[in-house]
Structure formats: C-alpha cells, structure tokens
Antibody, heavy 127, light 108 residues
C-alpha cells in the first residue's frame, strides 16, 4: 500500500527544537519530490519545504534558516528538523508526495499535484 | 511568489445543488493548478490536477476548468460527503507552491 506516516510532533517551548519524520511505503522517497505542508489551527494550507529527487532543498521564507529538510534513503524516510521554534509555527504538519515527473516523449515536466499525504502530526509551540 | 485568491471563502448549499468555486492567480500559471478537498481532522485529498484532469477514483460530478489566471472547480450535484473545505494550489512556479485561502462548503 502506498502511504506516508508522520511522527515526531509534540509540545515544545519557544526557541526549542523538534524533528519530524515521514516514513514512506509503496514508493521510493528518493525518486520523488517530497514536501512538508502545515496548517495552523483554523487556518489554510501553507507550503513549508521541498526536497527534490536530485537532493536540492527549498524553504518558505517564514522558515528559511530555521528548518532543514532531509531524507534517509536506506530508511525511505524524510525529515524536517525544526529549530528556533516560534508560537506561529504551531500547526499540523503534513508530508506529501509531489507527483511531478519528467515525460520523455514531450521533454516536459508534468506537475500533477500532491497525490499522497500523511495523516499529519501536531506541533505546538508554547511555554 | 504567486498569490491565489479563492472565492467565495464560504458558501452554503443544499444537496443536489450545482456549486462553483473560483481560484484567481496573481500571475499566469498555465494549466498547472490542482484542487484538493479537506474534511475536518483529515489530510487534504487531491481531486483535480492540470486544471481539469480528475484524479483516479474521484467522482465525475467534480470538474475543473481554466488556464492562465482564472480557474473553477464545479460540483455538478452536491452530495452529503462533499461538505468540506476546498483548496486550489499552483504548481507552475517552483519551488514555492502556494495554496489558495480555501472555500468552506456547508450545508444550507
């Protein structure tokens, strides 16, 4: 079965750190674009970070310099290391697979949306 | 970054109604737009990608259209299980893949 399972959320004090994990099954993380998306209580979806199949990483301006995305190919797992946490980082964090693929016939990338999502893990930053 | 504006942000409708949600982009995104459905306490679910392509398993009462800066999601006959919040997302301007603010569809 193709699925993503997040873990690692919890309560942390402002300025603290937390590492989220996203374990994949049924597909290979290192062959995919993988993103973190968060949702603050009662709010909409916010893209946070991405790691491309070739290993490049990018971040939203709101987390740049504080969060680090990575993956362990041997464990087929992606991570989000979150440092210097702030109250405004409080949210449910989802990992998601971006179904982008390169079409050899057309020589174009097809961006077909985030087709697999984890169940989410709650991060609460509060003293 | 590209901004996506959804309208309305909230709508009240009855079972059987035809519902249309609009998503406007601050600059052109070609046809690289997706729609998601989210129910309370659950992860978003991909409904439509490439503006108009239905994801496998999504009922045919859902449809999408548009290109460039204006897009619509239509539910032809609203069913009880369709009451949820819907989000659009642009996938043209990597790496920052912005979402719209959401449209909550509630029972009238």
């Amino acid at each position: 079965e193709v699925q993503l399972v997040e873990s690692g959320g919890g309560l942390v004090q402002p300025g603290g750190s937390l590492r989220l994990s996203c374990a994949a099954s049924g597909f290979t993380v290192s062959s995919s674009y993988m993103s973190w998306v968060r949702q603050a209580p009662g709010k909409g979806l916010e893209w946070v970070s991405v790691i491309y199949s070739r290993g490049s990483t990018f971040y939203a301006a709101s987390v740049e310099g504080r969060f680090t995305i990575s993956r362990d190919n041997s464990k087929n797992t992606m991570y989000l290391q979150m440092n210097s946490l702030r109250a405004e980082d409080t949210a449910v964090y989802y990992c998601a697979r971006d179904s982008t693929y390169y079409d050899i016939l057309t020589a174009f990338y097809n961006h077909d949306g985030f087709d697999i999502w984890g169940q989410g893990t709650m991060v609460t930053v509060s003293s | 970054d590209i901004q996506l504006t959804q309208s309305p942000s909230f709508l009240s409708a009855s079972v059987g109604d035809r519902v249309t949600i609009t998503c406007r982009a601050s600059q052109g995104v070609r046809s690289f737009l997706a729609w998601y459905q989210q129910k309370p306490g659950k992860a978003p679910k991909l409904l439509i990608f490439a503006a108009s392509t239905l994801q496998t398993g999504v009922p045919s009462r859902f449809s999408g259209s548009g290109s460039g800066t204006e897009f619509t999601l239509t539910i032809s006959s609203l069913q009880p299980e369709d009451f949820a919040t819907y989000y659009c997302q642009q996938l043209d301007s990597y790496p920052v893949l912005t979402f719209g603010g959401g449209t909550k569809v509630e029972i009238k």
